[in-house]
Every structure is written in C-alpha cells, then in structure tokens.
C-alpha cells in the first residue's frame, strides 16, 4: 500500500490491546487442539442438537472410536480423503474430528450438491470414503460409478438422539414426510455399527504435523469450476489462534453459548464453531435447518445464547418473524456477520433489536477462512470489513500487481498463515491467486482508508460498467435494502444496446405495497444516475446457495438466456 508520494506504508493499527503479531504454532496439529480441549472441558457440554447434549468427553469417546473404524475396518490410511455430507447434527463433528484423529483429510460436501457437482468433487478429489444423511444418498448412488468412493457410512437425522427419540425421529423423516428418497448402494455401513465396531478396536496414533493437509475446502463454484482449497492443520489453527486473540476480552472459558445456524460443512462455521469456540469450551447449539424460521426461532427461546455467528440474509429474514424480538437477548455479546455483505439497514436494525452490535468480518475459503474483522472497541456499523487480524497482512493492487495509492480501488490482496496452500491438483490455477511474493489475490475489489480500515465495494467479477464507470452491486442493494418495504435485493448488469450494461435489481417485498416508481424514486434521492437501476424485477425469492448467499450468478445466467431467446 502506498500514499500519495509513493511511499510505502505497513499496517499499525489492530485493535487496541490485540497484538499484530501471535505464536500460530502453540499446537502441533489440530489434534493435538482437540485432544488438550476434550481433558480440560470433558464435563462441559459441547454440542447439543434436537435436545440431546453430548459432552467433550462423549465427543472425545466418540471421535476417537469413528478414527479407529476408519483405520482398522475400512483399512484406510494417514492422508486418504474421506468425504462429509451432513447438515448440522450431531454425527458430523464426531465424523469430523475422527477423520483428522485417524490422519486423514476431510472432504466438505454441501448434502444440497446435484448429482453433477458431488461427481466432480468426489472424483476431484479423490476421495476414498463418505459418511452421509441417507436424506442425500440417492445423489450419491447416482455419483459413485465415475468416483474413486469404495466405502460408505449412511446415518439418519435421529442416530445420536438415544432411545426411543432417535427412532421416533426417523420414523417421521422417512415415513411420514418422506424427506428419505429410496437408494440402493451395496455394503453401506451404518453410522452406530461403526462407532460400535471402532470400540473394539484402538488406534494406531498416527504422526501429525502442521504442514499435512487437514481439508479440501471446495470453493463455492459460483464463478466457475469448483476447486478444492489446501487447508492444512496449521491455516485453520493460525485462524483460530488469530481469531482467538482477536476476541480475548470477550470470551470467558466455559460459560459461552454459541448459536451454530450456519452448516459446518462451511469454512466459517468449521473454523469459529468447531475450532474457535470449541477450543474454549463454548456450547454450540447446533441447527439442522435454519431455513425453517419458525423452528429456529423456538429453539432460540430455549437459551440464553451469547455468541451469534451468522450472514445477512439469515438476520434479516429472522427480524422478520414478529416472533423473533420477543427473545432474551440478555446475554448475547456480539453477532458475527460473514459469508456476505452485511448490510447498513440491517446491521443497525439487529443493534436496535437485540441491543447488541452485529460486527462484520471478511474471509475466504482460500483464507481459512478469516483475514480481516471490525474492532470491537468500535461497534457501530461502519459498512467497513475492518482491520486485518493478527500476523495478517492486506494490500490493495492494480492488475499489474502494483500497490495503488490509499483510497484508490484495487484487488484486495493478503499474506499471512491461514492462507491455502494451494488448489488440489491444479498448479495452474494456483498461479493465478498466489503471486510470486506470496500473495493471494482476492477477487475483491476494495480499499484502504488513511487509518488502516477496508472497505471491500464488490467481487471482481461482479462489477457492472456502464458506459465507462464502475457500478458496484454491493453499494445498490446497500441503497434499496433502506427502504423499509424491501425484504430483499440483488443487482446485476445486464446487456444494454446504448451503455454496454445497465443495472436490474430483483427485489423481494416486506410490503406488498411497494411498487416500482417508488423504488425508482428511493433509488434517485440516493443514488447518481448511470447508477440508478433501469429494470426492477419483482420476486416471490431469489436464488441462494444453502448458506443463504444471493446468487448473482444464477440471475445472471437468467437472463442472458431471455436476452438468448430474443435474438
């Protein structure tokens, strides 16, 4: 990063007491994380889920007789990849820690993936084994043949819930709501069968180091090829050990409760929730689904949570149910907000509501994936995605990889221990976002400020020109969002004969009231013209991934098919 002189400036300013730089390698592995972890806190509830609590010592019980099925009944060994596709129940951090405490990699699968994207991800990355939901094995029956996949362990939702909840529950999933298509994949293990033969056997502890391969975290495909980020034991432990100093004021050992909405298979769910707040005894409250509102809700009234880690749209669609302000908000400390955007509207909505603030962050996949967080010494929204974290470096580029000048927009770039090795056999595309100097190149577009805060305006393939200038979707669906009949947004570029693109939003409506020239008119008090969004579509949804991210893309794709269709 440079000033207007050309000189070279280096980040100072972290959060006060923080410091810039910490010991990233105070564990040997992620296992050794785990294992400190299950001794110090055993009694203390770790993950609770459908009413049923296990404990760090269940966990540890658990977790270590999954590691010896894995190595002594399916012969698998140190460094096989061994896939997950689960939502958030109780089976999947057991399944998780196991695969590690074996020393293998763990392969993240969205359960929601089509049989065309488990495909290439299963045989992409090459992996072994699975343990999945029977809801989502009929995609995987449809995916095996062309997959290196010679074990499967199925569980159903109710597995771990004990006598007789576990089978009441599966009997209503598969019979009465039918959410379990019927498949049929030769010798499936059963997920208790396998905890109950990894108890006969022990393990022959495998040796660990940093440097191993702990995930293949696939990016989201949402810009092209899913490809399978590098994440070893010592990225996603410097996360966790940044992210821990990060909040050393806030935590208090043992007594956090932690709402776990966002699915695990997810890098910010895995590293916060599985890592980070487990790591200091936090409870997390584990949900299956939080798209249900009603249900996520209820199970909220049932705790004193403190911590909320979540995304945008997952806010703003709970501030939406008149039932959700009715809870004890008492506790809660902060909310955490990733994935996406955080909005100005609903950042300081939530504050309003809950009395506590929701803090932005940044991170990728590629980052393990945290790079950067607002201060908590300075809660109010900001619409900045704050200072880099500790031992973290950010830099702001041209496309020649020059730093440009504080203030002017750039590819945000970062160096710093969470970062990937690498993309899974692919060296091409790894140079392509990993520089010479050790640089990752982001994506995103943003800046600097004077003080050392950064200000991401949009991805890069995201930005939309019309007719020469820069328009930033991030900054349009910030704008129509403060109308308060909106429930909803996403802004794309679409093809325009006279400017090359213009911009069309797609608006879900809070009021049915609301009509387009009221928008038009928000849009024109707040907004320079060649901004202001010449088509508005109205929708009963819009497209998202399971996390809940909107999905340009598939908007997108929509309509450049229309403009197809036409020619």
Same mark, same amino acid.
């Given at each position: 990063?440079? @000033?207007?002189?050309?000189?070279?400036?280096?980040? #100072?300013?972290?959060?006060?007491?923080?410091?810039?730089?910490?010991?990233?390698? %105070?564990?040997?592995?992620? @296992?050794?994380?785990?294992?400190?972890?299950?001794?110090?806190?055993?009694?203390?509830?770790?993950?609770?889920?459908?009413?049923?609590?296990?404990?760090?010592?269940?966990?540890?019980?658990?977790?270590?007789?999954?590691?010896?099925?894995?190595?002594?009944?399916? #012969?698998?060994?140190?460094?096989?990849?061994?896939?997950?596709?689960?939502?958030?129940?109780l089976q999947y951090p057991i399944a998780?820690?196991?695969?590690?405490?074996?020393?293998?990699?763990?392969? @993240?699968?969205?359960?929601?993936?089509?049989?065309?994207?488990?495909?290439?991800?299963?045989?992409?990355?090459?992996?072994?084994?699975?343990?999945?939901?029977?809801?989502?094995?009929? /995609?995987?029956?449809?995916?095996?043949?062309?997959?290196?996949?010679?074990?499967?362990?199925?569980?159903?939702?109710?597995?771990?819930?004990?006598?007789?909840?576990?089978?009441?529950?599966?009997?209503?999933?598969?019979?009465?709501?039918?959410?379990?298509?019927?498949?049929?994949?030769?010798?499936?293990?059963?997920?208790?069968?396998? %905890?109950?033969?990894?108890?006969?056997?022990?393990?022959?502890?495998?040796?660990?180091?940093?440097? +191993?391969?702990?995930?293949?975290?696939?990016?989201?495909?949402?810009?092209?090829?899913?490809?399978?980020?590098?994440?070893?034991?010592?990225?996603?432990?410097?996360?966790?050990?940044?992210?821990?100093?990060?909040?050393?004021?806030?935590?208090?050992?043992?007594?956090?409760?932690?709402?776990?909405?966002?699915?695990?298979?997810?890098?910010?769910?895995?590293?916060?929730?599985?890592?980070?707040?487990?790591?200091?005894?936090?409870?997390? %409250?584990?949900?299956? !689904?939080?798209?249900?509102?009603?249900?996520?809700?209820?199970?909220?009234?049932?705790? #004193?949570?403190?911590?909320?880690?979540?995304? !945008?749209?997952?806010?703003?669609?709970?501030?939406n149910n008149s039932e959700f302000a009715?809870?004890?908000?008492?506790?809660?400390?902060?909310?955490?907000?990733?994935?996406?955007?955080?909005? $100005?509207?609903?950042?300081? $909505?939530?504050?309003?509501?809950?009395?506590?603030?929701?803090?932005?962050?940044?991170?990728?996949?590629?980052?393990?994936?945290?790079?950067?967080?607002?201060?908590?010494?300075? /809660?109010?929204?900001?619409?900045?995605?704050?200072?880099?974290?500790?031992?973290?470096?950010?830099?702001?580029?041209?496309?020649?990889? @020059?730093?440009?000048?504080?203030?002017?927009?750039g590819e945000i770039c970062i160096k710093?221990?969470?970062?990937?090795?690498?993309?899974?056999?692919?060296?091409?595309?790894?140079?392509?976002?990993?520089?010479?100097?050790?640089?990752?190149?982001?994506?995103?577009?943003?800046?600097?400020?004077?003080?050392?805060?950064?200000?991401?305006?949009?991805?890069?393939? +995201?930005?939309?020109?019309?007719?020469?200038?820069?328009?930033?979707?991030?900054? %349009?669906?910030?704008?129509?969002?403060?109308?308060?009949?909106?429930?909803?947004?996403?802004?794309?570029?679409?093809?325009?004969?006279?400017?090359?693109?213009?911009?069309?939003?797609?608006?879900?409506? #809070?009021?049915?009231?609301?009509?387009?020239?009221?928008?038009?008119?928000?849009?024109?008090? !707040?907004?320079?013209?060649?901004?202001?969004?010449?088509?508005?579509?109205?929708?009963?949804?819009?497209?998202?991934?399971?996390?809940?991210?909107?999905?340009?893309?598939?908007?997108?794709?929509?309509?450049?098919?229309?403009?197809?269709?036409?020619?």
């Amino acid at each position: 990063m440079q @000033n207007g002189a050309g000189e070279k400036i280096w980040l #100072k300013s972290y959060q006060p007491g923080v410091p810039a730089l910490v010991d990233t390698n %105070i564990y040997s592995s992620v @296992n050794d994380l785990m294992e400190q972890t299950f001794q110090k806190f055993a009694t203390k509830p770790a993950f609770t889920n459908m009413g049923k609590t296990l404990t760090f010592a269940d966990v540890d019980r658990l977790s270590y007789r999954f590691a010896c099925f894995l190595q002594n009944d399916l #012969k698998l060994a140190r460094g096989d990849r061994v896939a997950l596709m689960m939502p958030n129940i109780l089976q999947y951090p057991i399944a998780l820690y196991g695969i590690l405490r074996a020393g293998m990699i763990v392969v @993240n699968c969205n359960p929601l993936y089509t049989t065309r994207e488990l495909e290439h991800q299963l045989k992409d990355s090459g992996a072994k084994a699975i343990v999945i939901i029977a809801n989502f094995a009929k /995609t995987l029956e449809q995916a095996m043949p062309k997959t290196d996949i010679k074990h499967v362990v199925v569980t159903e939702i109710g597995d771990l819930l004990g006598f007789p909840k576990n089978l009441i529950v599966n009997t209503v999933v598969k019979y009465v709501k039918k959410m379990v298509p019927e498949f049929s994949i030769p010798k499936t293990v059963k997920y208790s069968d396998a %905890i109950r033969l990894g108890a006969t056997t022990s393990l022959s502890k495998p040796v660990v180091k940093n440097t +191993d391969i702990a995930f293949l975290q696939y990016t989201g495909g949402t810009t092209g090829v899913s490809k399978g980020a590098m994440l070893t034991h010592g990225n996603v432990l410097s996360n966790m050990i940044q992210l821990r100093a990060w909040m050393q004021f806030l935590i208090r050992e043992g007594e956090e409760i932690v709402l776990a909405p966002l699915p695990f298979y997810h890098i910010f769910a895995m590293t916060v929730n599985c890592l980070l707040f487990a790591s200091v005894g936090g409870h997390n %409250i584990l949900i299956t !689904n939080p798209r249900d509102i009603p249900g996520f809700i209820k199970e909220l009234s049932k705790w #004193k949570f403190s911590i909320f880690p979540g995304l !945008n749209t997952l806010f703003n669609a709970l501030m939406n149910n008149s039932e959700f302000a009715k809870l004890d908000f008492s506790r809660l400390k902060i909310s955490i907000g990733g994935g996406m955007a955080v909005q $100005r509207a609903v950042a300081e $909505r939530w504050e309003a509501m809950t009395k506590t603030p929701l803090i932005e962050g940044y991170g990728l996949t590629e980052t393990s994936p945290v790079v950067s967080v607002a201060p908590l010494h300075k /809660t109010a929204y900001s619409g900045f995605i704050g200072l880099p974290i500790c031992s973290t470096q950010m830099d702001v580029r041209d496309d020649n990889n @020059n730093p440009v000048d504080i203030g002017q927009v750039g590819e945000i770039c970062i160096k710093g221990p969470q970062v990937m090795q690498g993309y899974w056999n692919r060296p091409d595309e790894t140079a392509k976002v990993i520089t010479s100097d050790g640089w990752f190149k982001s994506g995103d577009l943003g800046y600097m400020t004077e003080d050392g805060y950064f200000k991401i305006v949009d991805r890069k393939k +995201d930005m939309i020109l019309v007719s020469g200038f820069n328009v930033y979707p991030n900054e %349009i669906e910030d704008v129509v969002a403060m109308n308060p009949k909106v429930a909803e947004v996403a802004a794309i570029g679409v093809p325009d004969a006279h400017s090359g693109e213009v911009v069309k939003i797609f608006v879900v409506k #809070k009021d049915p009231s609301l009509t387009e020239e009221e928008l038009k008119k928000h849009c024109k008090a !707040n907004l320079t013209g060649y901004k202001i969004p010449k088509h508005i579509e109205f929708r009963s949804e819009l497209p998202k991934t399971n996390v809940g991210k909107i999905l340009r893309k598939d908007l997108r794709d929509q309509e450049l098919k229309k403009v197809a269709a036409h020619q």
